[in-house]
């Protein structure tokens, strides 16, 4: 049974920092493409930036320049670095990965979520 484990999220002050992670535990054949969205009370859940096994990444437009997302493919873990961070980043950020299971076809994998808060 595969499953992703988050971490680093908090309360920060705008303008803080802070390093989101993301490692799948359990066994499987590959694993592609990793990301991270959020959900903000009361609105729906938005990508906020991807990166495929190549290492090609994609961001929000709201977070271009502030955001970095990297992974280390020896330890299957992706990270989200958030640098300059504003009020309106406060939200639950869950880990997704898509991954082929042995003996089985490429799904999507997801998070429990880790709650970033910012405020002064």
């Known amino acids: 049974q595969v499953q992703l484990a988050e971490s680093g999220g908090g309360l920060v002050q705008p303008g803080g920092s802070l390093r989101l992670t993301c490692e799948p535990s359990g066994s499987f054949f590959r694993l592609n493409t990793m990301g991270w969205y959020r959900q903000a009370p009361g609105k729906q859940r938005e990508l906020v930036a991807t990166?495929?096994?190549?290492?090609?990444?994609n961001y929000a437009d709201s977070v271009k320049g502030r955001f970095t997302i990297s992974r280390d493919n020896a330890k299957n873990t992706v990270y989200l670095q958030m640098d300059n961070l504003k009020p309106e980043d406060t939200a639950v950020y869950y880990c997704?990965?898509?991954?082929?299971?042995?003996?089985?076809?490429?799904?999507?994998?997801w998070g429990q979520g880790t709650q970033v808060t910012v405020s002064s």
């Open positions: 997704n990965a898509y991954i082929k299971p042995y003996g089985m076809g490429y799904r999507d994998y």
């Open positions: 990166i495929t096994s190549g290492e090609s990444t």
